[in-house]
C-alpha cells in the first residue's frame, strides 16, 4: 500500500480545491509576482484518485496556506484560478498532478473583442471592462488625476491586452492581495498606493554566516544601478492649431556621468492637451527611471509581498549604511514544498524561500510599456453615421461620425464614434475642394501611424445599396459629379463629362440657382450653334459699355410686350434696307426734337394721315413752304403757287374776307363755260382800266343801273 499522507490540518501547506478536503494534497508550490504582471503558481499535487476529471478543476478557484494557523506573520494565502492541468507518472503509489494557478485577470487573456470606448477615463474604462467581464474584486488606490479620453479603441487584441496597454501608458499598475478564498486587484499609481507591510514593517538583514535566527529576515541583499535616460521629450500634432504643435519635456538629475545621449524623443505622443503632454512626459521618465536602482535578495519572510512597503533595518552590519531605509516590493518568487507522508516525529520537512526585488520608496514604479499597441497596418471601410433623421451630421471642421464595420455594440448613430477628419483633394485657407459624406455612404478609412484611435477618411466608394450615378457597364464612357439635395430632397447639382468618341459631351446641370461670377474678363467661343432655353424671365446688367457683332441675320421674336428705355442717346445704322411692319397702332413720343433727314425720296402711304401740333406745322422746300399755325394757314414760294382739280376747288371763309391779288402781274378768272362773281350785298370791278366785252352779247341788269 502506498504510504499516508497526512490530513489537510496536519500539513504546513494546505491546498483548497473543488474535490473535497483530502482528495489531494499539495507537494509544492513555486511562482512569480510582479508589479503591473499576472502572477502565475505552479502546484504539484498527489492523489489516491488518477482518474479526477480535468474539467472538475479547470477554472476552479484554489487557495494554497503556507504556514500554520489561520492568519498572522507565519501564513501566507495564495489564491487563484487553475488554467491548467496535466498528469504525470505515479510517486510513492500516489497519481501526480500539476495545476497552474493564476488571477482573475488573466481570464481576459481567454476573451478577445472589438469596441469603443468614449469620454471615459483610463481608470473608468478599466472598471468597467472588469464589471463587464463580471469581476468585482478590485480596490482603486489611485490618487492621480485622469483626463476623459474622447476616443479609446479595442482592436482585435484580447481584453486582457487592451486593459494593460492601457495601464501601462498611463503609467498605472496592480498587484493582487491574496486572502483565503479569494484575491484582490489593487489598482495603483505612486508611493501612496502601497500600505506597510503588515504585521510589521521593518525587516532585519543578518549576513548568511550569522546562522538560523528564530525571527523571519533577508539574508541576501544585492544592489544595482544602471545608467537611464535621463530626459524625455514628447512632441504631437493638433490640427485645430496646426502651427504650434504641443510639445512637453521631463528631467531627471542623476550625480553620475551624463551627457545629451540620454535623452529620448517619441512622436506622437497620443495626446490632445499640454497638461496630458507634461503627465505623459514624466511618466516615460519615471518609466526609465524606475530601473536606475534595484535590489534583489532572498528571504524567509513570508509575509512579504509585491506591493507592500517595508522598512530595511541593518542590526548588526554586513551592508552599506545607506541601504538602511524604505523600499517597494516590485516582484517576489515564491518557493515551497512539503514532505507529505508521515514521520516519527510528526514533521512534515516544510520548505520555503522566497526571493525578491525592490526599488527605495523615494522612487517612482511605473510599468514598462511590453505590451502592443494593435496597428491597423491597411484601410478599411466604414459606414457615415449621424442622428437618426438627418442626411448630413457633421461639425465646423467638416468631421463625421462612422460606424465600423467590426463594431457590434454602437447604434449606428450620432454616438458610434469620435469626430472623424475627412480627406480632400485640397485643403487651404478657406479655399480648397469639400465634399462631405453623408449619412449611410461608405468610406474608405486609414489610421495615422496605424493607430486605431486616429482614424481618417482617405476615400469613398459605391456598394450594393449605393449605386453609381449611371451604369458603369453600358455608360463607362460617363464620368460625373453628382449631388443629391438635402433634406430627402430627390434634385440633384451636376457637372457630367461623355467621353464617347462623336458624342462627346460637357454638361451641367443646377438644380436651383446657377451663379458664375469672373472678377475680370470672361472669354467663350462656341465654334457651331448656341441654344439658350429660358423658361422664365431673363434679367441682364451691364454696367458698361455692351458690344455685340452678328455675323449674319439678327432674329428676334418676342411673343409679348417689349420695352426698351435707353436713358442715353440711341443710334442705329442700317447699311441695307431697314422694314418695320407694325399690326396694330403705332405711337410715339418725343421730348424734344425729331429730325428725319432722307437723301433721296420720302414715302407716306395711309389710308388717312393726322398730323396734329400744338402751335406750327411748317413743310419746306427749297425757299418754298407751308405754314400751319394756330392762327392761320401761310403758303409762300418764289415761284408758282398752282391749284389742279379735276373736280370743285372751294375756298371759304365764313367769318372773314376771301382775297386774290397780284401784285405785280395778272390776276385772271376763266371759266371753262361760265364765270361768276356774286356778292350778297355788292360786287365790285375796280381798276385803272375796266374793260367788259361780250364776243357774242353783253348784259348788264339791276333795279337801277348806272353807267358813268
Not at 308 to 313: D, Y
Request: proline share 4%; aromatic share 8%; net charge negative.
Amino acid at each position: 500500500m502506498p504510504p499516508t499522507i497526512l490530513p489537510q490540518s496536519e500539513r504546513s501547506i494546505a491546498v483548497q480545491t473543488p474535490l473535497g478536503e483530502d482528495n489531494v494534497a499539495i507537494q509544492s508550490i513555486y511562482g512569480t509576482e510582479e508589479l503591473g504582471r499576472l502572477f502565475q503558481y505552479e502546484l504539484e499535487l498527489l492523489s489516491t484518485d488518477d482518474k479526477i476529471d480535468f474539467d472538475t478543476l479547470l477554472g476552479q478557484n484554489v487557495t494554497v496556506r503556507i504556514g500554520v494557523g489561520e492568519d498572522g506573520p507565519d501564513v501566507r494565502y495564495v489564491n487563484g484560478y487553475i488554467s491548467r492541468v496535466s498528469q504525470h507518472e505515479y510517486r510513492n503509489g500516489y497519481a501526480v498532478y500539476r495545476a497552474t494557478v493564476v488571477p482573475w485577470l488573466w481570464f481576459l487573456t481567454r476573451q478577445s473583442d472589438c469596441a469603443i470606448f468614449q469620454n471615459m477615463t483610463i481608470p473608468d474604462i478599466i472598471k468597467k471592462v472588469f464589471k463587464d467581464a463580471g469581476f468585482t474584486d478590485l480596490d482603486d488606490k489611485l490618487s492621480g488625476s485622469y483626463e476623459e479620453r474622447e476616443y479609446c479603441v479595442q482592436y482585435r487584441e484580447t481584453t486582457f491586452n487592451y486593459v494593460q496597454r492601457l495601464m501601462e501608458q498611463e503609467g498605472i499598475y496592480y498587484y493582487f492581495k491574496h486572502e483565503n478564498g479569494k484575491h484582490t486587484l489593487v489598482l495603483c499609481d505612486g508611493h501612496d498606493s502601497h500600505p506597510e507591510l503588515a504585521d510589521g514593517s521593518e525587516i532585519p538583514y543578518y549576513p548568511p554566516d550569522q546562522g538560523i535566527r528564530d525571527e523571519q529576515y533577508i539574508r541576501s541583499w544585492s544592489q544595482q544601478k544602471q545608467v537611464q535616460s535621463l530626459e524625455y521629450e514628447l512632441a504631437d500634432f493638433d490640427f485645430e492649431n496646426p502651427t504650434a504643435p504641443v510639445v512637453a519635456k521631463a528631467r531627471k538629475s542623476r550625480d553620475h556621468a551624463n551627457g545629451p545621449w540620454e535623452a529620448m524623443y517619441d512622436y506622437p505622443g497620443e495626446y490632445v492637451t499640454a497638461t496630458e503632454a507634461e503627465n505623459y512626459a514624466t511618466i516615460r521618465l519615471q518609466e526609465l527611471q524606475a530601473r536606475y536602482a534595484q535590489i534583489n535578495g532572498q528571504c524567509d519572510v513570508l509575509r512579504m509581498h509585491v506591493g507592500a512597503r517595508f522598512t530595511l533595518t541593518i542590526p548588526i552590519g554586513g551592508l552599506r549604511d545607506d541601504q538602511g531605509g524604505e523600499y517597494i516590493i516590485v516582484s517576489s518568487g515564491l518557493q515551497a514544498s512539503q514532505d507529505l507522508f508521515s514521520s516519527g516525529d510528526g514533521g512534515d520537512g516544510q520548505v520555503y524561500s522566497l526571493g525578491f526585488s525592490v526599488i527605495p520608496a523615494t522612487e517612482v514604479f511605473r510599468p514598462a510599456r511590453t505590451t502592443p499597441k494593435p496597428i491597423i497596418q491597411g484601410p478599411q471601410t466604414a459606414i457615415v453615421a449621424g442622428k437618426d433623421g438627418e442626411e448630413i451630421w457633421t461639425d465646423e471642421h467638416g468631421r463625421v461620425k462612422l460606424q465600423f464595420h467590426w463594431d457590434r455594440y454602437t447604434k449606428g448613430d450620432e454616438n458610434s464614434s469620435c469626430w472623424v477628419r475627412v480627406s480632400q483633394n485640397w485643403a487651404g485657407k478657406r479655399w480648397g475642394v469639400f465634399f462631405l459624406p453623408r449619412i449611410g455612404q461608405e468610406v474608405i478609412v486609414e489610421f495615422l501611424e496605424g493607430d486605431p484611435d486616429r482614424p481618417i477618411i482617405t476615400g469613398r466608394v459605391y456598394n450594393g445599396q449605393n449605386m453609381p450615378p449611371y451604369e458603369p457597364k453600358s455608360m463607362g464612357t460617363v464620368s460625373t459629379i453628382k449631388s443629391s439635395s438635402s433634406k430627402g430632397g430627390a434634385g440633384f447639382n451636376e457637372i457630367r463629362f461623355e467621353d464617347k468618341k462623336d458624342e462627346e459631351q460637357f454638361f451641367i446641370h443646377a438644380q436651383k440657382n446657377l451663379d458664375i461670377r469672373v472678377l475680370n474678363d470672361r472669354f467663350e467661343t462656341i465654334m457651331n450653334d448656341r441654344h439658350l432655353v429660358v423658361e422664365n424671365d431673363k434679367f441682364e446688367h451691364i454696367k458698361n459699355n455692351r458690344d455685340e457683332i452678328v455675323g449674319a441675320d439678327h432674329k428676334e421674336k418676342i411673343e409679348k410686350d417689349r420695352h426698351l428705355l435707353v436713358e442715353g442717346n440711341d443710334s442705329t445704322k442700317v447699311v441695307g434696307e431697314q422694314t418695320l411692319e407694325v399690326d396694330a397702332d403705332v405711337h410715339q413720343v418725343f421730348g424734344a426734337n425729331i429730325s428725319t433727314e432722307v437723301t433721296d425720296q420720302s414715302s407716306l402711304v395711309a389710308d388717312t394721315a393726322v398730323i396734329k401740333c400744338a402751335t406750327n406745322i411748317t413743310l419746306k422746300v427749297g425757299e418754298s413752304y407751308i405754314a400751319i399755325q394756330s392762327d392761320g394757314i401761310k403758303i409762300a414760294t418764289n415761284g408758282q403757287i398752282v391749284l389742279e382739280a379735276n373736280g370743285d376747288i372751294a375756298v371759304t371763309s365764313k367769318t372773314g374776307a376771301v382775297s386774290l391779288e397780284a401784285t405785280a402781274g395778272d390776276l385772271t378768272g376763266k371759266g371753262g363755260i361760265n364765270l361768276a362773281l356774286e356778292g350778297t350785298a355788292t360786287a365790285e370791278l375796280k381798276s385803272l382800266s375796266t374793260t367788259v366785252d361780250g364776243s357774242a352779247m353783253t348784259t348788264i341788269s339791276g333795279g337801277v343801273v348806272m353807267i358813268n
